[in-house]
């Protein structure tokens, strides 16, 4: 008696292994994959280049109500003017080494007015660019914190390639709105202030940065806090005329 047939079992096949590379040129495949991900996430949103323009027209709007930058009691006997670029290192120099003993001395006391006015001197790349972030940092009611980041931080921005990220770094830092900061740097609209305020100082003689106009008289370069008070006790005690 035959007996009965029995289905045949194929054994499963052992797996081919993959070629010898195979899983490294994947592994290669998608560091790639997330590099340029990541090459384009950058490009979308990487801060927009931001360009002041130096020769603009000025109408009387653009001034109207603007001295400067003032810190300071309206009642101060003595006004100091400070011409200056953001990008100056002796302007830097006055602003962290001197700055601070002034207003703790002078300008707190209430003895003097402070009043600071852009003077971005040509070569000086980002000079203007810093004067016109400044102004959009007024616009918010912050500018002299920004003023001041922007000195405490003049030797990064000043040798960087592009200065716009940096500086809408430290808008952050300060507390401002950054959407709005952005709108006011790509409006360029403080352009004209700028101009206005370098016009100033070139009718008055200013020729460098840091320039000081204290009592008619300007003083170039940068002045110790015990000169500046000096001069300023001095043009205080002057009868008034």
């Given at each position: 008696?035959?007996?009965?047939?029995?289905?045949?079992?194929?054994?499963?096949?052992?797996?081919?292994?993959?070629?010898?590379?195979?899983?490294?040129?994947?592994?290669?495949?998608?560091?790639?994959?997330?590099?340029?991900?990541?090459?384009?996430?950058?490009?979308?949103?990487?801060?927009?280049?931001?360009?002041?323009?130096?020769?603009?027209?000025?109408?009387?709007?653009?001034?109207?109500?603007?001295?400067?930058?003032?810190?300071?009691?309206?009642?101060?006997?003595?006004?100091?003017?400070?011409?200056?670029?953001?990008?100056?290192?002796?302007?830097?120099?006055?602003?962290?080494?001197?700055?601070?003993?002034?207003?703790?001395?002078?300008?707190?006391?209430?003895?003097?007015?402070?009043?600071?006015?852009?003077?971005?001197?040509?070569?000086?790349?980002?000079?203007?660019?810093?004067?016109?972030?400044?102004?959009?940092?007024?616009?918010?009611?912050?500018?002299?914190?920004?003023?001041?980041?922007?000195?405490?931080?003049?030797?990064?921005?000043?040798?960087?390639?592009?200065?716009?990220?940096?500086?809408?770094?430290?808008?952050?830092?300060?507390?401002?709105?950054?959407?709005?900061?952005?709108?006011c740097m790509t409006s360029a609209k403080y352009a004209p202030r700028i101009k206005a305020s370098m016009d100033e100082g070139t009718k008055?003689?200013?020729?460098?940065?840091?320039?000081?106009?204290?009592?008619?008289?300007?003083?170039?370069?940068?002045?110790?806090?015990?000169?500046?008070?000096?001069?300023?006790?001095?043009?205080?005690?002057?009868?008034?005329?």
């Open positions: 008696m035959a007996s009965p047939s029995r289905v045949a079992t194929k054994k499963p096949s052992a797996k081919t292994p993959p070629p010898a590379g195979a899983g490294r040129f994947y592994l290669l495949l998608g560091g790639a994959a997330v590099i340029g991900i990541g090459i384009l996430a950058y490009l979308i949103f990487r801060p927009k280049e931001v360009s002041i323009p130096a020769d603009v027209s000025i109408l009387a709007s653009d001034t109207a109500g603007f001295r400067g930058y003032v810190m300071g009691s309206d009642s101060a006997k003595v006004e100091i003017s400070e011409y200056a670029d953001f990008q100056c290192p002796a302007c830097g120099s006055f602003e962290i080494l001197q700055f601070d003993v002034v207003k703790r001395q002078l300008i707190d006391s209430g003895l003097v007015r402070w009043r600071y006015r852009d003077f971005p001197l040509p070569q000086h790349k980002y000079s203007r660019l810093a004067a016109h972030a400044a102004a959009c940092a007024d616009d918010q009611g912050k500018y002299w914190p920004y003023h001041r980041a922007l000195y405490d931080n003049q030797g990064n921005w000043s040798f960087a390639g592009s200065a716009t990220g940096l500086f809408r770094t430290y808008a952050g830092q300060v507390g401002l709105d950054v959407a709005k900061y952005d709108a008055l003689g200013v020729a460098s940065t840091p320039t000081f106009l204290i009592a008619g008289r300007l003083y170039r370069g940068v002045l110790s806090s015990d000169t500046v008070a000096a001069i300023a006790r001095a043009a205080a005690a002057q009868p008034t005329q």
